[in-house]
């Protein structure tokens, strides 16, 4: 390349920040991201690009280089938590009930950053750079399954993805040659028995006592019924039932969580989930029904292209700085465009105890080190560089 890219990102460094910061300032929710793509098509138009909507709200780019070659993909997902932003800074939402909570605002930033670099270089490049700008990351099923049936990934060889990480320290990034994160798995579960009084219990079929049951059976599962080698985590979140303190109620509700990374173990927790129901509503008269809803599929990094990106990541932050990370129990849609092609999902860290940048993903003053900004862009250039040489 003519100019170095390292140069190059530090010469647009203050754009990306100041990208990030428009973002937080008006983030929008799921589906809703309609004011963010309009930001995103001038941002790009301006780069001498063309931009098109994709998937409602998304928006894809198409940077061509001087020679034919491979099509590298760049994802990032644009949309916001309805949480109201408490951070105390000037970029602070300005949306009530919506906030940047979970970094996207630096993944829109991150693209657009990368974007100038290549844009700036297009002419050197052998193939093509394809930017995804995806909506409804947050909300189930996510906006990658639209992002692909409208032409996302036609002709992509090799796609890779970054999110901004709060556990990790800013200088880092972390990475896995295999199973990255998780099947977000959700699960219903509704006791019917019979209400009544609560000095006559014995009249009553009581489904929060019945509930209570099931959610201490319901945590022997990943212990007793899943191999220890397998990677499961079962939750409860919630646990309705009643109004008042004299009152059995006739309805109890129980919603929880699964996380696996093998169809086989969704499977037998789910059997055993209903195994568990089944026979502690039956001992206690009370009736149940169980909602199953099946998330993303896991993310599951491709070992070669993870290797592209790890080097990338050792050149921008040396090779300590790189982490090999075990697989986190969350989600993510990302998922879906690695069933299609070879795939990547990196950790770029953002988190800074000396400068209050502590608290994690979702929560009201979830904030940044905007160091981390740059790296993320140097690693997703460089690496994406590499993948078009693959």
Same mark, same amino acid.
């Given at each position: 390349?003519?100019?170095?890219?390292?140069?190059?990102?530090?010469?647009?460094?203050?754009?990306?920040?100041?990208?990030?910061?428009?973002?937080?300032?008006?983030?929008?929710?799921?589906?809703?991201?309609?004011?963010?793509?309009?930001?995103?098509?001038?941002?790009?138009?301006?780069?001498?690009?063309?931009?098109?909507?994709?998937?409602?709200?998304?928006?894809?780019?198409?940077?061509?280089?001087?020679?034919?070659?491979?099509?590298?993909?760049?994802?990032?997902?644009?949309?916001?938590?309805?949480?109201?932003?408490?951070?105390?800074?000037?970029?602070?939402?300005?949306?009530?009930?919506?906030?940047?909570?979970?970094?996207?605002?630096?993944?829109?930033?991150?693209?657009? $950053?990368? !974007?100038?670099?290549?844009?700036?270089?297009?002419?050197? #490049?052998? /193939?093509?750079? *394809?930017?995804?700008? @995806?909506?409804?990351?947050?909300?189930?099923?996510?906006?990658?399954?639209?992002?692909?049936?409208?032409?996302?990934?036609?002709?992509?060889?090799?796609?890779?993805?970054?999110?901004?990480?709060?556990?990790?320290?800013?200088?880092?990034?972390?990475?896995?040659?295999?199973?990255?994160?998780?099947?977000?798995?959700?699960?219903?579960?509704?006791?019917?028995?019979?209400?009544?009084?609560?000095?006559?219990?014995?009249?009553?079929?009581?489904?929060?006592?019945?509930?209570?049951?099931?959610?201490?059976?319901?945590?022997?599962?990943?212990?007793?019924?899943?191999?220890?080698?397998?990677?499961?985590?079962?939750?409860?979140?919630?646990?309705?039932? $009643?109004? !008042?303190?004299?009152?059995?109620?006739?309805?109890?509700? #129980?919603? /929880?969580?699964? *996380?696996?990374?093998? @169809?086989?173990?969704?499977?037998?927790?789910?059997?055993?989930?209903?195994?568990?129901?089944?026979?502690?509503?039956?001992?206690?008269?009370?009736?149940?029904?169980?909602?199953?809803?099946?998330?993303?599929?896991?993310?599951?990094?491709?070992?070669?292209?993870?290797?592209?990106?790890?080097?990338?990541?050792?050149?921008?932050?040396?090779?300590?700085?790189?982490?090999?990370?075990?697989?986190?129990?969350?989600?993510?849609?990302?998922?879906?465009?690695?069933?299609?092609?070879?795939?990547?999902?990196?950790?770029?860290?953002?988190?800074?105890?000396?400068?209050?940048?502590?608290?994690?993903?979702?929560?009201?003053?979830?904030?940044?080190?905007?160091?981390?900004?740059?790296?993320?862009?140097?690693?997703?250039?460089?690496?994406?560089?590499?993948?078009?040489?693959?």
């Amino acid at each position: 390349m003519n100019q170095p890219i390292h140069e190059l990102v530090q010469h647009g460094h203050n754009y990306v920040v100041a990208m990030r910061r428009h973002f937080r300032s008006f983030p929008e929710l799921s589906g809703q991201e309609y004011e963010t793509q309009k930001k995103i098509i001038s941002e790009l138009t301006a780069m001498g690009l063309e931009p098109r909507s994709i998937a409602g709200t998304g928006v894809l780019a198409e940077i061509t280089g001087g020679k034919a070659g491979r099509t590298v993909a760049i994802r990032a997902d644009i949309d916001a938590l309805p949480i109201q932003d408490e951070i105390e800074q000037p970029y602070c939402s300005q949306n009530a009930g919506c906030c940047h909570a979970c970094g996207h605002d630096g993944h829109i930033a991150m693209l657009l $950053g990368s !974007a100038k670099v290549f844009s700036s270089i297009k002419d050197e #490049l052998t /193939g093509n750079i *394809r930017l995804l700008f @995806q909506p409804s990351e947050e909300s189930f099923p996510g906006g990658a399954i639209a992002m692909i049936d409208e032409g996302a990934l036609a002709k992509v060889d090799a796609i890779i993805g970054a999110h901004l990480w709060q556990p990790l320290a800013v200088g880092t990034m972390g990475i896995t040659y295999g199973p990255m994160m998780a099947s977000p798995d959700q699960f219903t579960i509704t006791i019917k028995g019979r209400g009544g009084h609560g000095s006559m219990p014995h009249q009553t079929i009581d489904p929060l006592y019945v509930g209570a049951q099931i959610v201490l059976a319901l945590k022997t599962i990943t212990g007793n019924q899943v191999n220890a080698k397998e990677l499961a985590v079962l939750s409860i979140g919630m646990f309705k039932a $009643g109004d !008042a303190f004299n009152i059995i109620p006739d309805t109890a509700i #129980l919603r /929880g969580t699964v *996380r696996t990374f093998a @169809q086989n173990i969704r499977e037998i927790i789910f059997a055993n989930i209903d195994r568990i129901c089944n026979g502690i509503c039956a001992a206690a008269g009370a009736a149940y029904t169980l909602e199953s809803l099946y998330g993303f599929p896991p993310v599951i990094n491709n070992p070669q292209v993870a290797q592209v990106v790890a080097t990338a990541g050792e050149k921008v932050l040396g090779k300590t700085a790189v982490i090999e990370l075990s697989p986190a129990m969350v989600g993510e849609d990302f998922a879906y465009y690695q069933q299609q092609v070879p795939g990547c999902f990196m950790f770029i860290g953002v988190g800074n105890e000396a400068k209050g940048v502590v608290y994690p993903h979702h929560h009201p003053k979830f904030d940044m080190d905007e160091r981390a900004l740059s790296h993320g862009v140097e690693v997703m250039v460089n690496s994406a560089l590499h993948l078009l040489k693959a």
